[in-house]
């Protein structure tokens, strides 16, 4: 069993405008083989560096059920990639048999608790992104990068 873990909390410079994090406790996991780094945004096809994209409308749930969508800033529907990267995400999840998942809050892929709300104007509300909205309804236990310090 295996932690999932944001690729982009690991040095693996995969965030909308390129960059990375780097939590050494979760890149040490990776080393060792005991967590899977992973990018849903990448899963789905999304390039680096890309547009900023936010939930309009919702959140991660409401991506899910249809009642909400993903557009970049530029107004494009990138709700298709995100949904793509999301179950691919599930995939290796369940392959893996993963219980345990740390992401990076406030994505709309990867937020547990925040995520922005869909203004581009970097406001955040509480809600989670599209992976791990789905992630949850396979009662797989969320946190958030910033509980691992």
């Known amino acids: ?13 995969c965030r909308y405008d390129g960059r990375a994090f780097e939590n050494e406790i979760l890149k040490a996991l ?9 990018c849903p945004e990448i899963l789905g096809g999304l390039s ?16 899910l059920s249809g009642h909400a969508k993903i557009l970049n800033e530029w107004g494009k529907d990138v709700t298709p990639h995100f949904l793509i990267g999301a179950f691919k995400v599930l995939d290796i999840a369940l392959r893996e048999g993963t219980r345990y998942a740390v992401f990076k809050d406030k994505s709309p892929s990867c937020g547990v608790y925040r995520i922005y709300d869909g203004s581009f104007t970097g406001k955040i509300c509480e809600g989670r992104g599209v992976t791990t909205a789905i992630l949850r309804k396979y009662s797989i236990s969320l946190f958030s990068n910033e509980q691992i310090r």
Do not use: Q
């Open 1 to 13: 069993m295996k932690l999932l873990v944001s690729a982009c909390l690991v040095g693996c410079p």
């Open 30 to 38: 990776v080393r060792k083989g005991l967590a899977v780094a992973v």
């Open 48 to 63: 680096i560096p890309r547009p900023k994209a936010e939930i309009v409308g919702g959140t991660g749930d409401d991506v």
